[in-house]
């Protein structure tokens, strides 16, 4: 059970972005990457709890942040909630990103997917790991909403199908672009790892790109889930073990973040 602090609007309504804060002992254990699994009512509907991934993590001061977009009935209910309620949510759950020891930092986002890299980023820079954040949107509109939940990720860059902010194009145009480029400095014969979230379509071609230049990359997948804590196997998503065999994992206990190599792209 948590303690709403904060659930606002973030932008533009038409943009349907909320930054939801709560007072929590989960926020002394949550990791970048894991998420939280909210009753967004007491109400006996929508009976599934929705889950959302942990954006900020504030160990010291106890409280976690998660931003999310307003889709249907859940975020919706979850968005009337007010400062001074109570939060009903499972978590910190799941296995998040590993955090680099060194080297350097890609995090490579597609619209709302950026929410789970924030906290990574957050602890890479913690550790002194630079990262950069390579994020594609729909259009201006969605970063003149969005843009400063990455400020803390100093080195930006952001790409619009319509061109209409950033580069023309998408994420993955800035990664292949990106990767072209000559690495300087110190991070020249640094190792450098990714991580990634995003619709499944980006995912699968950020993955074909990390694989052709053995970029360490890890993803994090966001299937409908319902129990959220391994039992009901309704999150059960195809992949590979470290043998190369098929297996099947459930996103929610052995995920939702996964070494590339280990999904097996459809
Ligand atoms: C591990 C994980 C982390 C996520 N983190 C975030 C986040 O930080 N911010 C954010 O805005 N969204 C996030 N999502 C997606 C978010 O859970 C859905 O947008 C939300 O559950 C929609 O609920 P709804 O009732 O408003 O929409 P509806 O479409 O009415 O939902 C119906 C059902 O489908 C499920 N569902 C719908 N869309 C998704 C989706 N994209 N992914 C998974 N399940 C879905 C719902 O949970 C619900 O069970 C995450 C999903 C997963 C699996
Ligand atoms: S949602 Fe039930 S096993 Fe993953």
């Known amino acids: 059970m948590g303690l709403i602090i904060e659930n606002s609007r973030l932008g533009a309504p038409e943009q349907k972005l909320y930054r939801l804060v709560f007072e929590s002992e989960a926020a002394r254990t949550a990791q970048p990457g894991q998420f939280v699994h909210i009753r967004v009512t007491a109400a006996a509907a929508p009976l599934l709890r929705r889950p959302l991934s942990v954006a900020a993590i504030d160990a010291a ?3 976690l942040a998660v931003y999310y977009r307003l889709k249907g009935q859940g975020t919706d209910l979850l ?3 007010r400062p001074g309620e109570k939060l009903d949510f499972l978590g910190p759950l799941g296995r998040g990103f590993t955090v680099p020891a060194a080297g350097e930092l890609l995090l490579i986002a597609g619209g709302v997917g950026v929410f789970p890299l924030l906290s990574l980023g957050e602890e890479a820079g913690r550790r002194g790991i630079p990262s950069v954040l390579l994020w594609g949107g729909e259009n201006r509109a969605f970063f003149a909403a969005a843009a400063a939940v990455a400020e ?3 080195v930006r860059r952001l790409a619009t199908a319509d061109g209409s902010f950033g580069d023309r194009g998408l994420v993955t145009d800035l990664l292949t672009s990106f990767l072209a480029q000559p690495r300087g400095g110190g991070a020249a014969t640094a190792v450098r ?5 995003g619709p499944y379509p980006m995912l699968k071609a950020v993955a074909a790109t990390a694989r052709a230049r053995r ?7 966001e299937t ?3 129990c959220g804590i391994g039992a009901c196997l309704g999150c059960a998503s195809p992949g590979r073990d470290a043998s190369g065999a098929a297996v099947m994992r459930r996103v929610c206990l052995d995920g939702p973040v996964f070494p590339a190599e280990e999904v097996e792209w459809l």
């Open 215 to 221: 970029l360490p990359l890890e993803v994090s997948l």
């Open 193 to 197: 790892r990714a991580a990634a979230c």
């Open 224 to 226: 409908t889930m319902a």
């Open 61 to 63: 001061g106890g409280r």
């Open 79 to 81: 968005s009337q909630k």
């Open 152 to 154: 803390h990720i100093p």
